[in-house]
């Protein structure tokens, strides 16, 4: 009976291809991570800059309840109003009517009427936007 002594090349080659599938998972759990991070922060930026247009908006657009001209009456205490929603045409403008008093009303941002860029989330789609009725 003649041995053949072993050189542990099989043990080498399982070796290898362990640490290779550890490296592998790993750096492509960074970058989705960091996509995901990416991601997080356009669409943190598309809502911080959508909340301050609405903002400016309604520090410019007193309430409609002020004084007779439209405008509001700058009284202490008097808040802005926010636009409607946009619903059915694409171009951003606010629809007319929101509907009655105290019904809410859902749409997408009016980026045309609070005369901002479009706002969009790190998929692309537009902010969505509600409004309520009273």
Request: hydrophobic fraction near 40%.
């Amino acid at each position: 009976m003649c041995r053949r002594s072993q050189s542990g090349i099989a043990l080498l080659m399982l070796v290898i291809v362990i640490v290779l599938a550890v490296s592998g998972l790993y750096f492509s759990s960074i970058s989705l991570n960091a996509i995901k991070n990416d991601e997080m922060q356009q669409t943190r930026k598309a809502l911080a800059d959508a909340k301050q247009g609405l903002i400016d908006y309604a520090v410019m657009h007193a309430s409609v309840n002020g004084a007779g001209n439209g405008m509001g009456g700058g009284d202490p205490g008097e808040y802005g109003y926010l636009p409607c929603p946009y619903i059915d045409a694409g171009d951003g403008n606010q629809n007319a009517n929101c509907g009655n008093r105290h019904v809410n009303s859902i749409g997408l941002l009016p980026w045309a009427t609070i005369e901002t860029d479009t706002f969009r989330d790190a998929s692309g789609n537009c902010l969505w936007y509600a409004v309520s009725g009273s």
